[in-house]
Protein backbone atom coordinates (compact mmCIF):
# COMPACT_ATOMS: atom_id res chain seq x y z
CA UNK A 1 0.00 0.00 0.00
CA UNK A 2 1.66 3.56 -1.19
CA UNK A 3 2.67 5.70 1.91
CA UNK A 4 0.29 8.41 2.07
CA UNK A 5 3.00 11.67 3.11
CA UNK A 6 5.22 9.95 0.16
CA UNK A 7 2.14 10.31 -2.37
CA UNK A 8 1.89 14.13 -1.13
CA UNK A 9 5.05 15.30 -1.32
CA UNK A 10 5.22 13.25 -4.67
CA UNK A 11 2.07 15.10 -5.82
CA UNK A 12 3.61 18.67 -4.71
CA UNK A 13 6.38 18.18 -6.51
CA UNK A 14 4.51 17.45 -9.94
CA UNK A 15 2.29 20.62 -9.43
CA UNK A 16 5.42 22.82 -8.77
CA UNK A 17 7.30 21.35 -11.38
CA UNK A 18 3.98 22.57 -13.82
CA UNK A 19 4.14 25.80 -12.92
CA UNK A 20 6.93 26.95 -14.97
CA UNK A 21 5.72 25.04 -18.12
CA UNK A 22 2.47 27.00 -18.14
CA UNK A 23 5.18 30.09 -18.38
CA UNK A 24 6.46 28.51 -21.11
CA UNK A 25 2.89 27.97 -22.55
CA UNK A 26 2.30 31.17 -22.21
CA UNK A 27 4.90 32.83 -23.49
CA UNK A 28 4.46 30.66 -26.89
CA UNK A 29 0.82 31.71 -26.99
CA UNK A 30 1.92 35.23 -26.86
CA UNK A 31 3.46 35.25 -30.23
CA UNK A 32 -0.05 33.95 -31.87
CA UNK A 33 -2.52 36.10 -30.14
CA UNK A 34 -3.13 39.57 -32.36
CA UNK A 35 -5.81 42.06 -31.58
CA UNK A 36 -9.34 41.16 -31.82
CA UNK A 37 -8.78 37.67 -32.08
CA UNK A 38 -11.28 36.01 -29.22
CA UNK A 39 -10.30 32.56 -29.39
CA UNK A 40 -6.68 33.17 -28.68
CA UNK A 41 -7.49 35.85 -25.98
CA UNK A 42 -10.02 32.84 -24.13
CA UNK A 43 -6.68 30.32 -24.68
CA UNK A 44 -4.46 33.02 -22.98
CA UNK A 45 -6.89 33.30 -20.18
CA UNK A 46 -7.53 29.22 -19.56
CA UNK A 47 -3.56 28.90 -19.56
CA UNK A 48 -3.70 31.87 -16.84
CA UNK A 49 -6.15 30.18 -14.72
CA UNK A 50 -4.82 26.69 -15.26
CA UNK A 51 -1.50 28.63 -13.48
CA UNK A 52 -3.94 30.11 -10.82
CA UNK A 53 -5.03 26.20 -10.08
CA UNK A 54 -1.95 24.98 -9.98
CA UNK A 55 -1.13 27.09 -7.29
CA UNK A 56 -4.14 26.49 -5.63
CA UNK A 57 -3.88 23.06 -5.91
CA UNK A 58 -0.06 23.11 -4.36
CA UNK A 59 -1.98 25.38 -1.18
CA UNK A 60 -4.27 22.37 -0.78
CA UNK A 61 -1.66 19.81 -0.87
CA UNK A 62 0.96 21.65 1.41
CA UNK A 63 -1.99 22.51 3.96
CA UNK A 64 -3.06 18.44 3.72
CA UNK A 65 0.52 17.49 4.28
CA UNK A 66 1.33 19.92 7.12
CA UNK A 67 -2.37 18.92 9.03
CA UNK A 68 -2.97 23.12 8.47
CA UNK A 69 -6.48 23.91 8.60
CA UNK A 70 -7.89 25.77 5.20
CA UNK A 71 -10.17 28.56 6.15
CA UNK A 72 -12.34 29.42 3.51
CA UNK A 73 -11.13 33.41 3.74
CA UNK A 74 -7.86 31.70 3.05
CA UNK A 75 -8.91 29.78 0.39
CA UNK A 76 -10.26 33.02 -1.37
CA UNK A 77 -7.62 35.03 -0.75
CA UNK A 78 -5.16 32.12 -2.82
CA UNK A 79 -7.40 31.66 -5.57
CA UNK A 80 -7.99 35.38 -6.07
CA UNK A 81 -4.66 37.00 -4.74
CA UNK A 82 -2.27 34.42 -4.32
CA UNK A 83 0.49 37.04 -3.98
CA UNK A 84 -0.69 38.31 -1.25
CA UNK A 85 -2.76 35.44 0.55
CA UNK A 86 0.66 32.80 -0.37
CA UNK A 87 3.25 34.34 1.84
CA UNK A 88 1.24 34.88 4.77
CA UNK A 89 0.19 31.38 4.70
CA UNK A 90 3.58 30.36 4.37
CA UNK A 91 4.55 31.99 7.68
CA UNK A 92 1.48 30.69 9.08
CA UNK A 93 2.41 27.02 8.37
CA UNK A 94 5.93 27.22 9.13
CA UNK A 95 6.67 29.82 11.29
CA UNK A 96 8.89 32.74 10.67
CA UNK A 97 12.37 31.33 9.80
CA UNK A 98 10.50 28.06 8.03
CA UNK A 99 7.73 30.80 6.25
CA UNK A 100 11.39 33.00 5.34
CA UNK A 101 12.37 30.35 3.69
CA UNK A 102 9.92 29.14 1.95
CA UNK A 103 8.92 32.80 0.45
CA UNK A 104 12.74 32.97 -0.72
CA UNK A 105 11.74 29.89 -2.69
CA UNK A 106 8.58 31.06 -3.94
CA UNK A 107 10.04 33.80 -5.52
CA UNK A 108 12.46 31.93 -6.90
CA UNK A 109 10.30 29.64 -8.89
CA UNK A 110 8.41 32.93 -9.49
CA UNK A 111 11.16 34.50 -10.98
CA UNK A 112 11.45 30.84 -12.89
CA UNK A 113 8.47 31.14 -14.58
CA UNK A 114 8.90 34.32 -15.81
CA UNK A 115 12.26 32.75 -17.57
CA UNK A 116 10.27 30.31 -18.97
CA UNK A 117 7.67 32.76 -20.11
CA UNK A 118 10.42 34.58 -22.01
CA UNK A 119 11.99 31.23 -23.29
CA UNK A 120 8.30 30.42 -24.92
CA UNK A 121 7.76 33.85 -26.22
CA UNK A 122 11.32 33.21 -28.12
CA UNK A 123 10.17 29.90 -29.35
CA UNK A 124 7.47 30.89 -30.37
CA UNK A 125 8.69 33.95 -32.19
CA UNK A 126 11.23 32.04 -34.22
CA UNK A 127 8.65 29.23 -34.94
CA UNK A 128 6.26 32.21 -36.48
CA UNK A 129 9.20 33.47 -38.43
CA UNK A 130 10.17 29.97 -39.69
CA UNK A 131 6.90 29.80 -40.91
CA UNK A 132 7.01 32.73 -42.78
CA UNK A 133 9.11 30.63 -44.93
CA UNK A 134 6.69 28.17 -46.24
CA UNK A 135 4.43 31.16 -47.17
CA UNK A 136 5.13 31.48 -50.95
CA UNK A 137 5.20 35.61 -52.43
CA UNK A 138 4.48 34.53 -56.03
CA UNK A 139 5.99 37.56 -58.15
CA UNK A 140 4.55 38.00 -61.98
CA UNK A 141 6.65 40.77 -63.68
CA UNK A 142 5.03 42.38 -66.49
CA UNK A 143 6.99 45.09 -66.50
CA UNK A 144 6.07 48.42 -68.69
CA UNK A 145 8.04 51.50 -70.53
CA UNK A 146 6.74 54.06 -73.17
CA UNK A 147 7.65 51.75 -75.19
CA UNK A 148 6.15 48.47 -76.73
CA UNK A 149 8.03 45.18 -75.36
CA UNK A 150 11.53 44.73 -76.30
CA UNK A 151 14.34 42.02 -76.48
CA UNK A 152 15.12 43.16 -72.91
CA UNK A 153 12.23 42.76 -71.56
CA UNK A 154 12.68 38.81 -70.90
CA UNK A 155 16.00 39.16 -69.18
CA UNK A 156 15.40 42.12 -66.92
CA UNK A 157 12.00 40.02 -66.04
CA UNK A 158 14.05 37.20 -64.57
CA UNK A 159 16.08 39.58 -62.85
CA UNK A 160 13.15 41.20 -61.37
CA UNK A 161 11.33 37.71 -60.39
CA UNK A 162 15.00 36.87 -58.55
CA UNK A 163 15.42 39.78 -56.71
CA UNK A 164 11.94 40.23 -55.61
CA UNK A 165 11.96 36.51 -54.54
CA UNK A 166 15.13 36.59 -52.48
CA UNK A 167 14.23 39.70 -50.62
CA UNK A 168 10.37 40.14 -49.89
CA UNK A 169 8.63 38.94 -46.96
CA UNK A 170 5.06 37.56 -46.49
CA UNK A 171 3.40 39.85 -43.48
CA UNK A 172 3.25 37.84 -40.10
CA UNK A 173 0.13 39.52 -39.51
CA UNK A 174 -1.37 38.88 -42.59
CA UNK A 175 0.38 35.41 -42.71
CA UNK A 176 -1.32 34.46 -39.13
CA UNK A 177 -4.67 35.58 -40.63
CA UNK A 178 -4.56 33.59 -43.56
CA UNK A 179 -4.99 37.26 -45.98
CA UNK A 180 -3.52 36.78 -49.64
CA UNK A 181 -3.89 39.20 -52.67
CA UNK A 182 -2.17 40.69 -55.54
CA UNK A 183 -0.73 44.20 -55.29
CA UNK A 184 0.24 46.36 -58.35
CA UNK A 185 3.35 48.17 -57.34
CA UNK A 186 4.90 50.93 -60.30
CA UNK A 187 8.64 50.70 -59.78
CA UNK A 188 10.72 53.77 -61.17
CA UNK A 189 14.38 52.33 -62.06
CA UNK A 190 17.31 54.92 -63.26
CA UNK A 191 19.21 54.02 -66.15
CA UNK A 192 22.03 53.16 -64.46
CA UNK A 193 20.15 50.44 -63.05
CA UNK A 194 19.29 52.00 -59.34
CA UNK A 195 16.35 51.79 -57.96
CA UNK A 196 14.84 55.02 -57.64
CA UNK A 197 11.33 54.68 -56.26
CA UNK A 198 7.97 52.58 -55.78
CA UNK A 199 4.33 53.55 -55.54
CA UNK A 200 1.18 51.65 -55.02
CA UNK A 201 -0.77 51.58 -58.02
CA UNK A 202 -3.23 49.19 -56.92
CA UNK A 203 -4.02 47.84 -54.02
CA UNK A 204 -4.52 44.16 -53.08
CA UNK A 205 -7.18 44.67 -50.62
CA UNK A 206 -4.94 44.27 -47.69
CA UNK A 207 -2.75 46.72 -45.68
CA UNK A 208 -0.01 44.83 -44.91
CA UNK A 209 0.67 42.99 -48.21
CA UNK A 210 0.29 46.60 -49.94
CA UNK A 211 3.04 47.80 -47.35
CA UNK A 212 5.56 44.86 -47.91
CA UNK A 213 4.87 45.06 -51.82
CA UNK A 214 5.88 48.99 -51.48
CA UNK A 215 8.39 48.54 -48.73
CA UNK A 216 10.78 45.86 -50.57
CA UNK A 217 11.64 48.32 -53.31
CA UNK A 218 13.16 50.60 -50.03
CA UNK A 219 15.19 48.16 -48.57
CA UNK A 220 16.45 46.73 -51.90
CA UNK A 221 17.35 50.73 -52.68
CA UNK A 222 18.99 50.99 -49.09
CA UNK A 223 21.22 48.31 -49.43
CA UNK A 224 22.19 49.89 -53.23
CA UNK A 225 20.83 46.86 -55.44
CA UNK A 226 20.51 47.51 -58.85
CA UNK A 227 19.09 46.03 -61.80
CA UNK A 228 21.28 45.25 -65.44
CA UNK A 229 19.13 47.37 -67.56
CA UNK A 230 19.20 46.24 -71.47
CA UNK A 231 20.68 49.01 -73.86
CA UNK A 232 17.55 48.98 -75.63
CA UNK A 233 15.12 49.21 -72.34
CA UNK A 234 16.88 52.98 -71.28
CA UNK A 235 14.34 55.36 -71.66
CA UNK A 236 15.71 58.75 -73.19
CA UNK A 237 14.91 60.26 -69.96
CA UNK A 238 16.76 58.24 -67.56
CA UNK A 239 14.14 56.53 -65.93
CA UNK A 240 12.31 53.55 -66.52
CA UNK A 241 9.24 52.69 -65.37
CA UNK A 242 7.78 49.21 -64.28
CA UNK A 243 4.70 47.87 -63.21
CA UNK A 244 4.94 44.90 -61.35
CA UNK A 245 2.07 43.20 -59.77
CA UNK A 246 3.14 40.89 -56.70
CA UNK A 247 0.88 38.05 -55.20
CA UNK A 248 1.17 36.77 -51.79
CA UNK A 249 -0.33 33.60 -51.26
CA UNK A 250 0.03 31.07 -48.31
CA UNK A 251 1.51 27.32 -49.59
CA UNK A 252 -0.75 24.66 -48.48
Request: glycine fraction near 8%.
Amino acid sequence: MADPVKTLRASTRLVLSAIPLTGLLLGVLSQFIRPGQVHGYLLFALCGFMQTFLIFLWYRLDAQKRGFHRSRLMNTGIAGIATLALPYYLFRSRGFLGGLAATALAVLLFLVTLLMMVVGAAGGYLVRHSAVEAAAVNVTTTPTSQSKALPGEVELNRQIELLLSNNIRYPLDAQHHGREGTALVKVYVLRSGQISRAELVRSSGDADLDAEAVAVWARLKAEGKKLQVPDEFKPGRGELTLQLPVAFSLAE
